[in-house]
């Protein structure tokens, strides 16, 4: 079965500084892939980034930035220089291969809550 | 435009009551996904389809029902067996492959009085 965890409940910044979300999980699989998603209030979540498990190459998307360590088994979410409007749930996700009728469900962890003070 | 739109985005509905949440998507995704979200929690799985016509019990698919008749259609029906129904549900799409990403329609909050 597969399993991602969170263990960072809530995370309190001040605007414009760095801060790292952290996600750790468990496959059996040899090919999965990974997500981060951003809940707002709103309560749409929204795609950020991916990784699939053959690419462990780092990389950075404007203020975004990930860590993905196959050897850990942890895909680390980084927003550099924080702003107030980041302020949301950030979901970590883990997708199965796509194999007969299980449309590669994904798994998701239980959310960090991100809040960035002015 | 592209998108997934879900009705109602507040519903109230009495104890011992049936009650159908719709969710549509005009984005030609194959795969669609029923979540629950409770409060300071994550998404769980209810119901997934891959094709129409067909679909599967996700993590917690007791006191649920779904259909699939049309690619854009995958309404969710909450039974009055399900026990806890008040919560926040969320629809969502993807194209065939593991590699996308999942499209979310903006939810519906269910409360039960």
């Known amino acids: 079965a597969q399993k991602v965890t969170q263990a960072q409940t809530e995370i309190s910044v001040v605007e414009k500084e760095d801060v790292t979300l952290d996600c750790v999980y468990e496959?059996?699989?040899?090919?999965?892939?990974l997500f981060w998603y951003k809940q707002p209030p709103s309560g749409e979540l929204v795609f950020l980034i991916r990784?699939?498990?053959?690419?462990?190459q780092n990389e950075i998307s404007g203020r975004y930035s990930w860590n993905f360590q196959k050897s850990t088994s942890s895909f680390n979410f980084t927003i550099t220089a924080s702003q107030v409007v980041d302020s949301a749930v950030y979901f970590c996700?883990?997708?199965?291969?796509?194999?007969?009728?299980?449309?590669?469900?994904?798994?998701f962890g239980d959310g960090t809550t991100l809040t960035v003070k002015p | 435009d592209g998108g997934i739109t879900q009705s109602p985005k507040y519903l109230f509905r009495k104890e011992g009551q049936n009650v159908t949440l719709s969710c549509e998507q005009n984005?030609?995704?194959?795969?669609m996904y029923w979540y629950r979200q409770d409060p300071g929690q994550g998404l769980r799985l209810i119901y997934y389809?891959?094709?129409?016509?067909?679909?599967q019990k996700g993590d917690i698919a007791e006191g649920y029902s779904v259909s699939r008749e049309k690619k854009e259609s995958f309404p969710l029906t909450v039974t009055s067996a399900q026990k806890n129904p008040t919560a926040f549900y969320l629809c969502?799409?993807?194209?065939?492959?593991?590699?996308?990403?999942?499209?979310f329609g903006p939810g519906t909050r269910l409360t039960v009085l």
């Open positions: 389809s891959q094709i129409v016509n067909d679909f």
């Open positions: 984005l030609n995704h194959d795969a």
């Open positions: 990784r699939n498990s053959f690419d462990e």
């Open positions: 996700a883990l997708s199965e291969p796509l194999v007969e009728t299980n449309a590669g469900k994904s798994t």
């Open positions: 496959t059996r699989d040899t090919t999965y892939y």
């Open positions: 969502a799409s993807k194209m065939e492959s593991s590699y996308n990403e999942q499209f």
